[in-house]
Structure formats: structure tokens, C-alpha cells
């Protein structure tokens, strides 16, 4: 309840800001580019199977397509109006590794272990918009929508090894397979203005892609998959 009081509070103070420094707010035919640099976090799994080490599909858990990422890119937007700006982007995410471990143990003669990491990399090309709340205003909200294509390529890492009746057998693998699929974002920002020309801001953002598992094998079909991704950006307008 206190951390909710003090976002109220925080949000009454910035839509109060004076709204007089025009020359600092969004005019019509303001261009911008901006440069970001962030993480995101994936928030679902990628349906595909772990399995132990003996080959038995005994463990049906399914693997997380990424951990935290790397999150960057470059943005160009026009405002139309002084509460619309359209525009063109590129962003890219580097998600970590997703480890997934499993042990198997009879005896000191028949035992194993194995390693599954899987990651993703997302490169997305997309058509940019915004709807900026207070256009006017030193401090401004707005909302960031995005529509566009991801190249995205997961890999699958293995490694396993097995001691079965005294005999020691290892395994490395290693398998990438790339999608081409339609993306999406919406979210919240907000920017401030520190001089005529530069802005600064922070952007949450919930992002939206496919991937086709099937590239894998048949077992697996495509699964949409999403992430969610804190931004800090500094653009120029001109």
C-alpha cells in the first residue's frame, strides 16, 4: 500500500508540472533520434521438453527459451502532431543462457548427468509510434507502439555425460534454427527535456514474437513467446 501512495504521489507531481516552457515541449513537424540500451527478462517458457539422461521422456519440464538479456537500438520519429509521432526502428536482445540440469544415480556404476542451456537472439525491424499524453510539458508520459518482422534464432546447447555399468560415455551438441516471424510492442514511457535539443527517458515495454520450434523437430510447433523490457533512451531532435 505505501509503494502504491508513493507512485500516486510521484505521478500527481509530474502531470502537475508547468506546461509554460512551451519551446521545450513537442511542436508539429519536431523530428527525433533516439539511442537506447537496456535488459529484458523473458515471461514464458518455450514448450520444448527436457528429458533425463537415460533417453525416457520421464521429465516432461519445459525449457526456458532465454534468460535476461541485452537490449539495444536506434529509433527515428516524426511527430504528425503535437501528441502523434510516427517513425522506424531497429532494436535487438541478446538473451542469456537458461540453464536446465538433471542427475541420475543407481549406483557408483550406473549413474549420468546432463545439461540443456538454451538462448535466444531477436532482431526486430518495425514501424514506430507514439501518443504523447502532455506534449507540452518539460516532463511528458506516452506510449509506445510498435509493429514490424524479428529475426530470431535460438540455439540449443547439450551435454551429458553417462557411466553405465562402468562404461563412460559423453555427449556435446549443439543445434541453432532461425525464424522469421510478425512482432509487436506497447508500452509506457516517460521523458524529460534538459536542454533545447537533447531528451532523456525511460521506457517500459511489453514485446510479442513467434518462433517455430518445428525446425527442431516435429514434435514441437510454433509458440508464441513474449518478454518484457526496461529501456533507458537519449535522443536529439532537430
Excluded at 122 to 128: D, G, K, L, P, S
Excluded at 163 to 185: H, Q, V
Amino acid at each position: 500500500m505505501k509503494k502504491i501512495t508513493l507512485l500516486a504521489v510521484f505521478l500527481s507531481m509530474l502531470c502537475a508540472w508547468p506546461t509554460t516552457a512551451s519551446a521545450q515541449g513537442i511542436e508539429k513537424g519536431d523530428q527525433m533520434v533516439s539511442v537506447f540500451l537496456g535488459s529484458a527478462a523473458p515471461l514464458n517458457d518455450s514448450g520444448v521438453s527436457a528429458y533425463s539422461v537415460t533417453g525416457e521422456a520421464v521429465d516432461t519440464s519445459t525449457l526456458d527459451w532465454g534468460d535476461a538479456s541485452t537490449s539495444y537500438g536506434v529509433q527515428y520519429m516524426y511527430a504528425l502532431t503535437p501528441h502523434f509521432a510516427l517513425g522506424a526502428e531497429y532494436n535487438g536482445n541478446n538473451f542469456g543462457d537458461a540453464e536446465y540440469e538433471r542427475e541420475y544415480f543407481v549406483d557408483w556404476n550406473n549413474w549420468g548427468e546432463s545439461e540443456v542451456n538454451s538462448k535466444m537472439d531477436v532482431q526486430n525491424f518495425m514501424i514506430a509510434g507514439r501518443y504523447t499524453v502532455n506534449p507540452q510539458s518539460k516532463v511528458r508520459f506516452y506510449i509506445p507502439l510498435g509493429l514490424g518482422v524479428a529475426s530470431s534464432k535460438a540455439t540449443f546447447d547439450f551435454n551429458e555425460v553417462i557411466n553405465m555399468a562402468g562404461r563412460l560415455d559423453r555427449t556435446n551438441a549443439s543445434e541453432s534454427k532461425r525464424t522469421t516471424s510478425f512482432t509487436y510492442y506497447v508500452g509506457l514511457g516517460l521523458e524529460g527535456t534538459f536542454s533545447q535539443n537533447w531528451i532523456w527517458g525511460v521506457e517500459g515495454r511489453y514485446q510479442g514474437f513467434q518462433f517455430d520450434y518445428g525446425k527442431f523437430s516435429d514434435e514441437y510447433g510454433t509458440k508464441n513467446l513474449s518478454y518484457f523490457a526496461l529501456l533507458l533512451k537519449l535522443g536529439y531532435r532537430f
